[in-house]
């Protein structure tokens, strides 16, 4: 494995870790057991990626190739099942982690599509189920509609990230530079999504007798 390859891997660790502990959190707050957290943990941390190359045909997908990332959400869950009262006064932080996990999903995300020759479009879809999918279907099993497409500068962020990559490598930027940038600006985006909240404008007329 060369330094590159080592640099991105320690980031999707580190990344998948962190959308663990926000899935585990999830469950916490519903008060599932303890299999229950560590299934949201599972779920959000590599659910995205699963589904991700399950689509472009990449299987075995990445997170039964190496069981180390599965592993590493088992831990997490079982850790945060122990110690979530400790974080009920860290929502800041664990909203700054989160950015940081859906810029790197992102970028990683991105460059799966790149690396299968996919176009544009799939490159930025690509990137945004990487960073979203896992939370889709966290919301999915919670029985509610995905926060993603009801409220915050979420998905979007990671959609605009997808068309970063997208033009950016274009300029034949080196790899990691490349990846850094997406992500960077990604975390970027997101923050200032949550400082000045900004959300996507909502359906306001509700349709009253649609079908009659």
Sequence with gaps: MSVLEQ??????????VIFAITGAVSAVKLR???L???VFGCTVGVGGGMLRDAIIGATPVAALQNEVYLIACIV???LIFFISPLLAHHREIIMFCDAFGLGVFTAIGAAKGAQYSLGPVGIMLCATLSAVGGGILRDVMARKIPTVLTSDFYATASLIGGGLYVILAKTHMPPFSLFASVALAVVIIRLLAIHFRIRLPKARRKLKNALE
């Design 7 to 16: 640099l991105i891997f320690y980031f999707d660790l580190t990344g998948t």
């Design 32 to 34: 599932l057991d303890l």
């Design 36 to 38: 229950g957290v560590v």
């Design 76 to 78: 997490t869950g079982v």
